[in-house]
């Protein structure tokens, strides 16, 4: 069975229930007390189905406060199978006493629930590089009261796993990764993480094995019974992973689902800044690296301008280039100007700027000193995957 948080249900905030068996105990009962006594049925339904919500036991609790206040100012009655004003008093002090319970429940593990995301948000702020923010955060979910975590990316349209954290069986992570990679699944309308990408919502599924939509290798490794899973999105809206989570054999609820949305957010537009600062520290050395090789040619007296700095262009940069276009770079290596590149070539200096800028195009470089780093070191094949 999956259920979503809708737009109200959003604007109500996530759904709460009460976990003190005791607590539970002495709702139901007052509930049914106040009912019986005023010969009422229940406002919002049953006991047992309110106390899945702690907002509607609170108003259960209300409602009944005031039934018990308005019968209180009635003349009493003749009856004498009648409640006494007295039992009415008593049972209003009681569902007051109950109500104060509940109260200080949900004020007590909402507070628990912003420590714990609080703690996990730090940890994402406090990442320095992109590889840190990556290990940290399977451990940082955890912290939010998770026994399992799986961290996916994904990739040309498809949903692959790429670390896990099992607190209860460190042996079974590699299993779960391996059978959420081995073989990637298309992100189409039969995979249950579509949804997500579409509506970029977190979803809760309390059936995972009954679900038909759910990824076939990572039920069986992972043998969820119920688990929560929110999308990585970046600026932009893209969906670029997922964050998966569990509590082992215990049910997930739309509370874990609005927890781990919130990470999930502050881990998107960390992966976002330190993504960028990556490939800037990236171009920043190649560019390093083309300087300090033609600081070496000049250095050695320049030698002929028509000299191959590091030795012959790499195979993919010939296949890239034209004879005139790599003539053009080997003297752009040299720090030859486009003036000097035109009385060198004995061309126009116009027909060199137009040179330089289908070199730079085909290397898909967004400068000369890119460019020639490139023709220095190969053709760069981007950045590693995160």
């Known amino acids: 069975m999956l259920t979503r948080a809708t737009a109200s249900g959003r604007q109500r905030g996530p759904v709460l229930p009460l976990r003190d068996p005791v607590l539970r105990g002495a709702v139901t009962d007052i509930i049914h007390r106040v009912d019986r006594a005023l010969e009422l049925p229940s406002v919002n339904g049953s006991a047992r189905t309110v106390l899945e919500d702690g907002e509607a036991v609170r108003a259960e609790l209300a409602v009944r406060l005031v039934r018990l206040a308005e019968r209180l100012?009635?003349?009493?009655?003749?009856?004498?199978?009648?409640?006494?004003?007295?039992?009415?008093?008593?049972?209003?002090?009681?569902v007051r006493s109950i109500s104060d319970r509940v109260e200080n429940e949900l004020d007590g593990r909402w507070a628990s629930l912003f420590s714990r995301l609080r703690?996990?948000?730090?940890?994402?702020?406090?990442?320095?590089?992109?590889?840190?923010?990556?290990?940290?955060?399977?451990?940082?979910?955890?912290?939010?009261?998770?026994?399992?975590?799986?961290?996916?990316s994904v990739e040309e349209g498809t949903f692959v796993a790429r670390h896990a954290l099992d607190l209860d069986d460190p042996s079974r992570e590699a299993v779960i990764v391996h059978a959420g990679s081995d073989r990637p699944l298309l992100l189409d309308r039969d995979l249950r993480e579509t949804d997500m990408v579409r509506t970029r919502e977190p979803v809760v599924v309390t059936d995972a094995q009954g679900d038909p939509r759910g990824h076939p290798g990572l039920l069986r490794a992972t043998g969820w019974t119920s688990y929560v899973a929110a999308p990585v999105t970046v600026r932009d809206g893209e969906v670029i992973g997922f964050i998966h989570a569990d509590r082992g054999a215990a049910p997930v609820g739309t509370i874990d689902a609005e927890a781990l949305r919130l990470y999930a957010e502050a881990y998107g537009m960390a992966f976002e800044r330190l993504a960028v600062e990556h490939r800037t520290e990236r171009a920043r050395d190649r560019v390093r690296r083309a300087v300090a090789a033609m600081e070496s040619v000049f250095e050695s007296g320049g030698g002929d301008a028509g000299a191959r700095p590091g030795g012959d262009p790499r195979p993919e940069i010939e296949a890239l280039l034209t004879s005139r276009e790599t003539e053009v770079l080997r003297l752009m290596a040299t720090g030859a100007t486009n003036a000097a590149i035109a009385a060198r070539l004995v061309i126009a200096e116009g027909t060199a700027k137009t040179h330089v800028k289908n070199i730079l195009r085909k290397l898909d470089a967004g400068n000369r000193a890119e460019a020639v780093s490139r023709f220095l070191g190969g053709v760069d094949d981007g950045d590693d995957a995160a």
Request: overall charge negative.
């Open 73 to 94: 100012r009635e003349p009493a009655s003749r009856d004498r199978w009648a409640t006494t004003q007295d039992q009415l008093v008593d049972l209003l002090l009681d």
């Open 119 to 152: 703690d996990a948000v730090a940890t994402v702020r406090r990442a320095s590089r992109l590889d840190e923010l990556i290990a940290d955060t399977p451990t940082a979910v955890c912290g939010l009261g998770f026994r399992r975590v799986l961290l996916s």
